[in-house]
């Protein structure tokens, strides 16, 4: 009997006979979505992983927080970069990483502190619409009232713009063939030339990702205006870097909107918008299109699914999903705010025709 219990114990001791007595082992669900979530940061290191790893860690949300925050340490600001992506998209669900963004822009390394600040604007909004039109103001700010709040200097004939996490402007002028980093007096601090520009984003890196509606290309390029990645395609409009490392590109000449990966790959297409000019990247997977002469704005699943058609009076140019689900489209000669069912909630009136749109 002793040597039987011993046995037994020995058993219990290797969790060999765990079943068989009708113990069962217990799982921590919250320990168990920590290890997934951290595998998934962990896989956003390996360009192969990258592309598959992003859009699951975004389905996890807020479950995911608690990872990317001790994720945040990191030292290497390419890392802090990518996980600044990521954040981003989240939005809301991120507003836990508000502190250590905030220590994080701090930082003595300015690369560091550059992906920090850059993130962290997106979770401090203070209602402001960036709104571009084909006017005398060109780039122009509306504060939550929707009045008219400032007017960006030396931005006429811009055809699309987006504020800085320092406060300047990012202006892409497509007559003068250039893009410009201005103040808000209208000093210059940084350009670059590029054929005819549609579309700017500054990266938390520090690069600027842009369109060449002529030049027929997406470039990325480093601080120093060098190019460090491009993708050719028929008449590019916009372009967003998403979490995964991919490119959003809407292709108004291909009448497509694309998302190309590091090595220029086509990863997943959109067709059945005409002549799409803007697409947005959506925390839930799902990707926001303007069509130009679709006069309409779609949202899309991965599968091509359209889950939210909204029709327009005129010709699209811009979408944005606002952080309380909104969606807010601009184009020709309208500004209109749609709630989450696409029914019109108000307009901007005071306006021409609205290529780009930005909130803050």
């Known amino acids: 009997m002793e040597r039987m219990c011993v046995a037994l114990l020995s058993l219990l001791l290797a969790g060999e006979a765990v079943g068989q007595i009708g113990v069962e082992r217990v799982v921590d669900p919250e320990k168990a979505l920590r290890k997934q979530a951290m595998r998934l940061i962990r896989a956003l290191e390996l360009p192969s992983k990258r592309a598959a790893a992003a859009p699951k860690l975004l389905l996890l949300g807020k479950k995911a927080m608690p990872s990317l925050i001790r994720a945040l340490d990191d030292p290497r600001p390419e890392v802090v970069s990518r996980l600044a992506l990521v954040l981003r998209i989240l939005g809301d669900d991120a507003q ?20 920090g600040r850059w993130a962290l604007a997106a979770f401090e909004p203070v209602g402001i619409t960036l709104v571009t039109e084909s006017g005398p103001r060109s780039a122009f700010e509306v504060n939550a009232k929707r009045e008219l709040s400032f007017t960006v200097p030396s931005s006429k004939n811009a055809f699309a713009a987006e504020r800085l996490p320092n406060g300047n402007y990012l202006v892409a002028i497509l007559n003068r063939n250039v893009v410009e980093e201005i103040d808000r007096k209208g000093k210059v601090h940084w350009k670059v030339g590029v054929k005819s520009p549609t579309s700017v984003c500054r990266l938390p890196s520090g690069n600027t990702l842009i369109t060449a509606l002529v030049g027929k290309a997406v470039i990325e390029v480093d601080p120093k205006g060098k190019t460090v990645w491009a993708y050719e395609c028929k008449n590019p409009y916009s372009a967003e870097r998403l979490a995964n490392g991919n490119t959003l590109i809407t292709s108004y000449g291909q009448s497509e909107t694309l998302e190309v990966t590091p090595d220029g790959e086509v990863a997943w297409s959109y067709k059945d918008l005409p002549g799409p000019l803007e697409a947005q990247r959506l925390s839930n ?68 025709t609205v290529t780009c749109i930005r909130y803050y």
């Open 96 to 115: 836990t990483a508000i502190p250590t963004l905030r220590r994080i822009a701090k930082d003595k390394d300015e690369k560091l502190a550059s992906a």
């Open 285 to 352: 997977g799902n990707t926001l299109i303007a069509g130009h002469t679709g006069r309409a704005v779609h949202e899309v699943t991965r599968k091509g699914k359209v889950v939210l058609k909204i029709g327009l009076p005129g010709n699209a140019w811009s979408v944005r999903r606002l952080p309380n689900g909104d969606t807010l489209a601009g184009g020709a000669n309208f500004l209109i705010c749609f709630d989450k069912k696409g029914k019109e909630k108000w307009r901007y009136k005071k306006v021409k």
